[in-house]
């Protein structure tokens, strides 16, 4: 079973930016592939960044390239997104997710995510 906490939402102001936690328990991070997916209101839940379970690769969708930075601490089991530029198409619940790679995760899924956090983007 794996517990995961995401915190750091809230609202900001296009071109700001927020840094979102993810406290993760129960698996080490060497185990699991871990990333961050979203889901606007009306929309289906899509992959927003993730690393592979060694954390020597890391993958973005195309539309958070060069604004979103996914980091990890791997003393804490902590995994940061770092948003950046951020606008109101990036209004979404944010999720913590892991699976046992990085492929179900791209696609917008995984074994276990959190209960989200929320960002919202005001124009």
């Known amino acids: 079973q794996v517990q995961l906490v995401e915190s750091g939402g809230g609202l900001v102001q296009a071109g700001g930016s927020l840094r979102l936690s993810c406290a993760a328990s129960?698996?080490?991070?060497?185990?699991?592939?871990m990333g961050w997916l979203r889901q606007a209101p009306g929309k289906a839940r899509e992959f927003v960044a993730a690393?592979?379970?060694?954390?020597?690769?890391?993958y973005y969708a195309d539309s958070v390239k060069g604004r979103f930075t996914i980091s990890r601490d791997v003393a804490t089991n902590t995994v940061y997104l770092q948003m950046n530029s951020l606008k109101p198409e990036d209004t979404a619940v944010y999720y913590c997710?892991?699976?046992?790679?990085?492929?179900?995760?791209?696609?917008?899924?995984?074994?276990?995510w959190g209960q989200g956090t929320q960002v919202t983007v005001s124009s």
């Open positions: 129960g698996r080490t991070f060497s185990s699991v592939a």
């Open positions: 997710a892991v699976d046992g790679n990085t492929v179900r995760l791209r696609a917008g899924t995984g074994d276990y």
């Open positions: 690393f592979t379970r060694d954390g020597g690769k890391t």
